[in-house]
């Protein structure tokens, strides 16, 4: 493995279909042992960006890497690169166990391999039934199965969490998270945020095919809106500590203080550091769906002011 | 290569597409090659023999479809995604599809002349009629006629990438086979090179080499011309392949 190329580099992608320019000048990276969200409203390229980067999809600019090697040229492509696209992808007069075992032939794995991974994706008791019959849970965990066939570095989910109910969902965020602790880089799609909150390190946003923001979640909250909301008696203490820090810090009512550009974390850091006597700490404002839904809705007031002022 | 071509043939195997073809095919050599040899009064001039195996000719459609289902199933079920990230050089998918095509035609061929070939030594000697064959002949005839089954396999998986949409590619391949190139045949001039090089003629040339007058060109440069014909439509299939955008 490369020491110095990211698990997974988009660099300047973009990608015309016709009238429509799906994917605009998009970059973004995903470190090994990271979960990395890819978040945007339906239509906003997320599929285009992630089926160019394993090579389904010819770029009209720019390119996409794993390990920085395109995907086609791959020496060993199932081992490095697992990936769940939409849908089920199976021909439904072919049983789980025989759609994995087709796919294990093409990549050279045994189908000691298939059996194992049917038993981790809880599909054994249903491997040999023709795959057509199965649920819309069962499809997607055949699916990671096949991605996982080659035990790969690098997992390429998209839209992983359609369909599957609440505890699908629990199960899947429990079964990321234990791959990305083993070390793998883990790009995953989703348009609902809720979905992938609590499961991802980090998240990408996209909107009309253009990148609107990579950060941490926790940055990405700090960073906006109200930010955190701190009450107490102490608070003028904290408030000198904090501006002295550099960060923004205004009043609000009932004398609590609003610190912009600190998350919850920080701030807690610096309360029990200094012994500051506090009774309230909490996000103010906006929630993440806030923050996401801001950050992608079309007609930002923001903008507006921008360009009257310009 | 071998690992595309090995997962390629459990394809095959692994649905119901394939073993349907081939017990299609036998059901429907058994009812007319076992009516023929029971009931056909055979002409003077007719050889019972030629005319019972060439009844195994009935596979040629049966294996043109199989080679038009390999990749536009692959698009109707969007199977194409997983296969392509399995084996993301397409030409090599385009060769592995040909090669576990080629295979099944081979065995379709192989079991349709086979059967072809028991229901005449069975039912002729019953009858007291000789199939009036030479064992020379004969092989020259099952030999072509499987051949010409295993490359009409491979005709039709170049045309099914090529067209990919899984019922037009069958409507549209069946049609040329039976209807379109007959009919073209017919125009002045045109027809008559038609006739001769167009895919029916290399077919001909290829299985009817017991019939006097089918073809105009011989049996080698019939399964030389059928294989040209294979190879342009694969070519054509690889290409097109390599520049589509898998979206769904």
Known sequence: MAATAPAIEVQGLSKRFGATLAVDDLSFSVEAGRIVGFLGPNGAGKTTTLRALLGLIRPTAGSATIEGVPYVELDDPTGTVGAVLDGGMFHPGRSGRNHLRVLALAAGVADARVDELLELVSLSDSAKRRAGGYSLGMRQRLGLAAALLGDPRVLVLDEPANGLDPQGIRWLRDFLRSLAAEGRAILVSSHVLSEVAQTVDEVVVIHRGRSIEQAPIAELLAGRGGGVRVAGPDVSQLAELLRADGAEVSDGHDGAIVVAGRSGEQVGALIAANGIHISELASAGQTLEEVFFELTSDEQPAADDEEQAA | ?248
């Open chain 2, 1 to 248: 290569m071998t690992d595309a071509i090995r997962s390629e043939l459990l394809k095959l195997r692994t649905t119901r597409t394939f073993l349907g073809v081939v017990i299609a095919t036998l059901a429907l050599v058994a009812l007319i090659a076992g009516a023929q040899a029971a009931a056909d009064s055979f002409d003077a001039g007719s050889t019972p023999g030629v005319d019972l195996l060439d009844v195994a000719g009935l596979a040629q459609p049966f294996a043109l479809v199989l080679g038009l289902l390999a990749v536009s199933t692959e698009f109707r079920h969007g199977t194409i995604t997983p296969t392509l990230l399995a084996t993301p050089d397409r030409a090599r998918l385009m060769i592995a599809k040909l090669s576990a095509h080629l295979t099944a035609g081979l065995v379709l061929g192989v079991v349709a002349y086979a059967l072809a070939a028991i229901l005449m030594w069975i039912v002729l000697p019953l009858r007291d009629i000789s199939t009036g064959l030479s064992v020379g002949d004969g092989v020259e005839q099952v030999v072509g006629g499987v051949v010409c089954i295993a490359l009409l396999a491979a005709i039709g998986v170049g045309v099914g990438a090529v067209i990919r949409n899984q019922v037009g590619a069958v409507i549209g391949g069946l049609a040329w086979y039976f209807m379109i190139e007959p009919l073209l045949t017919a125009i002045p001039k045109v027809g008559g090179w038609i006739e001769d090089y167009g895919i029916g003629g290399a077919i001909a040339a290829v299985s009817d080499t017991q019939f006097e007058g089918r073809a105009e060109i011989g049996q080698v440069a019939g399964g030389l011309l059928l294989l040209g014909y294979a190879a342009l439509f694969a070519v054509a299939g690889a290409i097109l392949l390599r520049r589509r955008d898998i979206s769904a």
